[in-house]
């Protein structure tokens, strides 16, 4: 059995097949770094600058716009998956790691702003925001940022980006 990683979108013509591809594999390859061998699933919605605004609002009370949103089900320490603490599935047993949501219009334009492009965007969010399902934070300049950036650093150097 392998991860589930279903992506959606919440407005016509968003994404494209490439983006899919991109973020699957960030995904993937953030979970395989982090030592997940445990099948898992993660939903992803892929949404515009004025959706993920909503979105923030609703569940963050921050009515602002932003590039993505992450939404962990369980508890877990950084660098420390643990599958028996996780929900799972009932019906295919796979690990439920959470949601995120990736503004697509932000992604485009911080990849351009950076001057590295929309798939090395995307696939960095998509890693952000994986680490963030499992256990890593950055709410201060401290510890746990210079961890979390270790390890967007080394996932993306797995991916050649």
């Not at 962990?72 to 047993?93: H, I, M, V």
Request: with cysteine; net charge negative; charged share 35%.
């Amino acid at each position: 059995m392998e991860h589930e990683i279903s992506i959606s979108r919440d407005r016509a013509g968003l994404g494209s097949n490439s983006a899919y591809r991109y973020i699957r594999r960030a995904i993937v390859e953030t979970l395989a770094a982090e030592g997940v061998d445990t099948p898992c699933e993660v939903d992803v919605l892929l949404t515009d600058d004025e959706g993920i605004r909503e979105i923030n609002a609703q569940f963050r009370n921050i009515d602002r716009a932003t590039d993505v949103l992450s939404f962990p089900l369980n508890e877990l320490q950084p660098g420390k998956f643990s599958a028996e603490l996780c929900e799972r599935d009932p019906d295919s047993g796979r690990v439920l790691l959470g949601d995120m949501a990736i503004s697509l219009e932000r992604a485009r334009a911080q990849g351009e702003e950076f001057g590295h492009g929309e798939k090395r965007e995307l696939c960095y969010l998509a890693i952000h925001s994986t680490l963030h399902l499992l256990g890593y934070d950055h709410i201060d300049e401290g510890e746990d940022k210079r961890l979390m950036r270790s390890r967007e650093k080394a996932v993306c150097e797995r991916l050649g980006i």
